[in-house]
């Protein structure tokens, strides 16, 4: 009898730990996928890769999730014009943050109009 109660709590010492870990990283694998659907649609929308960064912090039973999106100083129109692109993709359950850049560096204060690039050869 003691000897099964061993090999119970030495299984359970060995088997918790990789039960949590493979808990831990589905959550972090979801995580990834919703950023990288996010990601697609912000790139989607603006045509291409931008400033703006986008993070996922997966949703715990004890947490909520958090989507940060984060741009450099200047650079806010960035989030203005990916908005529609970006919001419908925020799961339920997710908190999302706007985090700007550094208020003391140099600002551009619209977004840039695009010029016609001139022929090369």
Known sequence: MMAMIAML???????????WRVWLDRRLAQAERIAAEIRAGVNRRLHGESMLGVQVAPRYPWSSGRVVLSVPSGYEWLITAAWPGLLPRVPAGYDLV????????????????????????
């Open 98 to 121: 706007v985090k700007l850049g550094d208020a003391s560096a140099p600002r551009v204060l619209a977004e840039p109009t695009p010029r016609e690039l001139r022929r090369a050869a």
């Open 9 to 19: 709590l030495m299984a359970a010492l060995f088997l918790g730990p990789l039960g």
